[in-house]
């Protein structure tokens, strides 16, 4: 294991001396190669320095008590009752794994393989890089609890069959509200570099400041509110549209606008809005008009396709942080669009976050 590894404490657990390993260099690097069967061993599966291949540490007997810098004792009475799909552990970065001393993304490929590592568990937490569908849950019918270490806004969005799941007294949970901060940060950092010409031609010829800016925001809510602070913080005029009118909102006072008004009035449109929820279809684009900005800091288009691509083509500019939210990677090179292809929301301390929020739904279920 070399030098990466090294020795906190040990403490006892029913009779058992545990070894809790702290400072490994990432959490990627302590990583659950295949839980359900490392942790039925009561082993932890290492990655070797720099060979990407599995080692074992077993501790028999001892609980699964560490995720992240976080101990969890006692939530469940079997080391096998707690399985972890790759990615689910903070800091685990299922889509940059692969750049961790030269190992693979550990996702599973297909049912069968999630089927497999489940075995006769009765918790499983969740990544956002795989689902558990109606058949996965048929074929595991231990499973009393899923815990989604992602996003769970509604049934229809999610990346577990919910209503198969509570047919069948199936306890699921998601989290919110963990990456917000970071988005917040990019949409600031965005709109300055455009009103500056930090490496491009400022937008309005000449440098000016957000201060005065008309800025419409789209969906008020966590993330969307986070936005209008930041944005009144620089001296923005804010308004809003949402399903109703906020009180909050009105003390600050921001404006609530009918979504046409909206458009027409905004100078710069920052579109936060649940998955697979879509607002802007042609008519709405033909009142947002030209010379307008446009960010959009949900997972999945606002906009119908075509409609957004004939309002690109004047003098507007569209700004995402991923291609999904883009709506493809055919629309990268447009001259009009800028594409970070980064998840904003992935820093270091949303994945703390996500990792308090996961752990407190768990240590709450009682069933």
């Known amino acids: 294991m070399g030098h990466r590894l090294k020795l906190q404490s040990i403490f ?69 009752d707690l399985i972890l799909d790759a990615g689910a552990v903070a800091g685990a970065d299922a889509l940059d794994g692969a750049a961790v001393e030269g190992a693979a993304p550990d996702i599973p490929a297909d049912d069968e393989e999630i089927v497999r590592r ?81 490496g491009q031609p400022a937008w309005e010829g000449e440098v000016r400041e957000i201060t005065g800016l008309k800025a419409g925001i789209i969906g008020l809510g966590k993330s969307g ?23 909050w909102a009105r003390e600050k006072g921001y404006r609530f606008l009918p979504l046409d008004q909206l458009l027409e009035q905004s100078e710069a449109v920052f579109c936060c809005l649940n998955k697979n929820t879509v607002l802007l279809h042609e008519a709405e684009f033909r009142k947002l008009g030209d010379k307008k900005i446009l960010f959009n800091t949900g997972l999945s288009p606002a906009w119908d396709e075509e409609p957004f691509v004939k309002w690109l083509s004047g003098n507007n500019l569209c700004f995402c942080d991923t291609v999904g939210a883009l709506g493809g990677a055919h629309l990268l090179e447009h001259p009009h669009v800028r594409c970070v292809q980064a998840s904003t929301g992935r820093t270091r301390q949303a994945f703390d976050r996500l990792s308090e929020k996961v752990l407190a739904n768990l240590s709450e279920y009682n069933g």
């Open 225 to 247: 509110g986070m936005i209008a602070d930041a944005l009144r913080f620089f001296g923005a005029e804010i308004s809003y549209f949402a399903r109703s009118e906020k009180e």
């Open 12 to 80: 006892e657990i029913g009779g058992v001396d545990a070894i809790v390993f702290d400072g490994v260099g990432g959490a990627h690097e302590l990583h659950l190669l295949q839980p359900g069967d490392g942790t039925v061993k009561g082993g932890l599966h290492l990655l070797r320095e720099g060979a990407g291949q599995a080692g074992e540490v077993h501790l028999p007997g001892v609980l699964p008590h560490r995720l992240q810098e976080k101990l969890v004792a006692g939530l469940f009475g079997k080391a096998h």
């Open 118 to 198: 489940i075995g006769d568990a009765d918790a499983v937490l969740l990544s956002y890089t795989s689902s558990i569908r109606r058949e996965v849950m048929e074929r595991c019918p231990n499973i009393k609890y899923i815990g989604m270490c992602c996003s769970l806004y509604s049934p229809e969005s999610a990346n577990v069959d919910i209503i198969y799941a509570n047919e069948h007294g199936i306890k699921v949970t998601g989290i919110r509200d963990y990456g917000d901060e970071g988005v917040v940060e990019y949409v600031i950092s965005e709109l300055v570099r455009s009103f500056h010409g930090f």
